[in-house]
């Protein structure tokens, strides 16, 4: 999701991916900026898994900037040849690896499926092709090999301008794109949802098992059920769907996650573009709406398919933002949505079983000063029984975080009839708190952050991270000791320890990881160690991963020529020990892409990528020219390679001559 493009551009990334639009929290939740004197007083850095030092300090702020930025280091634990940072139009990777486009949008998935024709497209073929935009990467082991098992993709949304020939005219000198058509949109739905695909890695390389029986195409069409507390609630009811629970597909699903028993979890993010039109006067959903945006009006959906029109249907936009399961084992199964883990833009769901055998999932809210959330089920994970586990995600207790000044969190429960969420306040039962479930974290008074991207668990040591992507519109009396820069262009990742180390806990306590952005520009105040190079730095983290040694991965959305004069990638950042804070840098992508994915296979021996709109926003990056056309690659591109990552594609990093990754 750039942040940084030139703002003039008509194009899909400039009008879903800034996040600003109405649904921007309003509240007049305490953003700890009455802390700011405050908020340099202390100094209690986590180290290690769980310990705490607490060092009192009277020292300014600049001072410690200062000793943020010497934080010492001995060296990055990660043993790779760090790519040198750039801007091309091919992607990189450490010396001794390779990267290998697995699949690209428009691959078949099937044995029936065409092959990619980008003239000659059709919804029919999309439904049995790889789909656009490749966000969340999951792998599930088949008979716990790390060589063989399922992948499942999310895609989150499309650029119609890079997808079809054509389509973009320059009018006064800017470029415009063609209205829409009905086939247009049901290309545009096909090429939405999710994959689901066998692979098999053969000769120390993975292919794609097109006869694969779980294979399976998701879109925004699919038959879904909607379950827990909001099923059936009125709000839901549509003309089409007048029992409240069954629902024609999944939009913007960005990442996701496996769950210990083996599903997919898709979030569904940025759901308001998808709509159009104007609610009846006096609809009792406009505040709704208002506070997440809806109607934002990018795609022209409605104009063909009524329900995304709310004068036509009021009640479908309450249908999305929802977390989705997928019972991968049965490519005939109604995904459902998951009411349970709350409605809002849903960035991930990456989970971990607890001590007493609970699940929790990580959940963040991408806008600018929306919050960090989690859910713990109320039932335990049963290991030895998969059909056991399928319905935990109906039940449990939602959490909004609230970070203080002191380094301590509580995890705030959004249950109805609990504290202010009652019928006094808008809140008649669980099902409106979870509909509205920002407005029910508004009257909490949650932390407003700094867009919130993946929250991930991280088992072996104890530890769950935080990206923040950024927040450019945080004003310098809006800084809190959990968002510590105002008009934070970089971002930065914060890391949560549980009490007790038990993800379950209700409290817990944190420390800022990372302020990311370049650390020899002192006005940024980013804090890598002194051993992060000139490559290894970066801006936006988005995504990340955890390798089977505990290591941290951090991918990026938004650097580019302008933002950081290097494309975005996959960086190695070490967080334990005197190398915390080290990063370096393993993989980037090409020019106009973001970094998706990543994760590792359980042996650590591949790790999955995903390349996101590679091309777009050539406008940024002179050598291209503009716009970025899909179908001029090849002669804008003069050293255009077959094998280059030039659609948004699955890329499939492994050492050569195998091993585990960065070893
Ligand atoms: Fe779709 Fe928040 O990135
Ligand atoms: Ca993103
Ligand atoms: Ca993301």
Known sequence: MNQHHAPASPF??????ENTGPGTNVTANPTMGEMIAARFSRRGFLRGSLAVTAIAATVSPIALITADNARAASGSSFTFDEVEAGVDADHHVAAGYDADVLLRWGDPVFTDAPEFDPANQS?????????????????IPIEGSSEHGLL????EYTNEHLMFPGIVSIVDGKPEIAAADAKRVAIEMAAHGGTVVEI???GGKWQVVRDGRLNRRITAKTPMEVTGPAAGHDRLKTSADPTGTQV??????CAGGVTPWGTYVMAEENFHGYFQGELPAGHREAANYERYGVPEGSYQWGNFEPRFDLSKEPNEPNRFGWIVEVDVNDPASKPKKRTALGRFKHEGAESIVARDGRVVFYL???????YVYKFVTA?????GDRAANMNLLDDGTLYVAKFAENGSMVWMPLVHGQGTLTAENGFESQADVLIETRKAADLLGATKMDRPEDIQPNGTTGTVYVMLTNNTKRKADQVDAANPRAENAFGHIIEIVEEGGDFAATTGRWEVLLKCGDPSVAEVGATFSTATTANGWFGMPDNCAVDSAGRLWVSTDGNGPKATGRTDGLWAVDTQGDARATSKLFYRVPVGAEMCGPLFTPDDTTAFVAVQHPADEGENWKEFGRPSYYDDLSTRWPDFKPDMPTRPSVVAITKQGGGKIAV
């Open 12 to 17: 899909r990334t400039s009008l879903l991916e």
């Open 200 to 202: 098999r890695k053969e």
């Open 152 to 155: 499942v993709v999310n895609h």
């Open 248 to 253: 024609l597909g999944t939009i913007n699903n």
């Open 123 to 139: 919804a029919e073929a999309q439904e049995r092709q790889f789909g656009y935009n490749n966000d969340y990467v999951g792998y």
């Open 364 to 370: 963040g809210d991408d806008e600018r000063f929306d």
């Open 379 to 383: 039932g335990t994970f049963n290991a």
